[in-house]
């Protein structure tokens, strides 16, 4: 089984649609977070959390919101989709008891029409 | 605010060595992290340099040096499996999350 999945994998969506991309982790990291991935611009931080009660704003976060549900669960939701939100997400875990590595989930590819 | 520098495109044959730079500008730099994206595939973690010198894994090895805000990845004995996308990426001190650069992609040809 994926140490990091997400969930769904593909999504269509209506601009002004609310939308919610999970992300679930069974390697026991503490930290998780949330990139999104256009062409040519690489992986830009949406959102990251050290901890359940640690909610942290990346360099893009505005049209963007989060969850911390537990320390396994971080979602991230589109409160009203935009065309400029299409995009590939990632969620990524690591520990910070651990190396400096960051692992990725599979990637929720997103498109608003 | 952080910014890196890195060439958009690198093609090379198979069995070559090839090297590809990153240049990063930060406050508080902590470490210089490098990734490998297939097409259509997740990034997967290569290397991690903090400190000044080399990191040898494999047919993969990194270099940092910290006064000149710069670090390579160099690839040695490229297979076509290479062929991808690879990202530097920094962590500063004062942000405790990762600034990743836009990417180079590497083609390998036989």
């Known amino acids: 089984d994926a140490d990091v999945t997400q969930t769904p994998r593909n999504r269509i969506t209506k601009t002004g649609k609310r939308i919610m991309l999970e992300c679930s982790q069974t390697?026991?990291?503490?930290?998780m977070y949330w990139y999104r991935q256009d062409p040519g611009l690489g992986l830009r931080l949406i959102y990251y959390s050290f901890d359940v009660k640690d909610i942290n704003k990346g360099e893009i976060s505005d049209g963007y919101s989060v969850s911390r549900q537990a320390q396994a669960k971080f979602s991230l939701s589109l409160e009203s989709a935009i065309p400029n939100q299409t995009a590939l997400y990632f969620c990524?875990?690591?520990?910070?008891?651990?190396?400096?590595?960051?692992?990725f989930g599979p990637g929720t590819r997103l498109t608003v029409l | 605010g952080q910014s890196l520098e890195q060439p958009s495109e690198v093609t090379a044959v198979e069995g070559a060595i090839v090297q590809i730079n990153c240049t990063y500008q930060?406050?508080?730099?902590?470490?210089l992290s490098w990734y490998q994206q297939h097409d259509g595939g997740a990034p997967t973690f290569l290397s991690y340099n903090a400190l000044d010198g080399l990191e040898e894994t494999g047919r993969f090895s990194s270099f940092l040096s910290r006064s000149d805000s710069y670090g390579y990845l160099l690839l040695q004995e490229l297979q076509m499996k290479d062929s991808a996308s690879y990202f530097c990426a920094v962590r500063n001190t004062g942000r405790r999350a990762l600034t990743f650069g836009s990417g180079t992609r590497l083609q390998v040809q036989p």
């Open positions: 990524a875990t690591s520990d910070s008891r651990g190396s400096h590595e960051q692992f």
């Open positions: 390697k026991g990291h503490d930290r």
């Open positions: 930060t406050s508080g730099f902590y470490g």
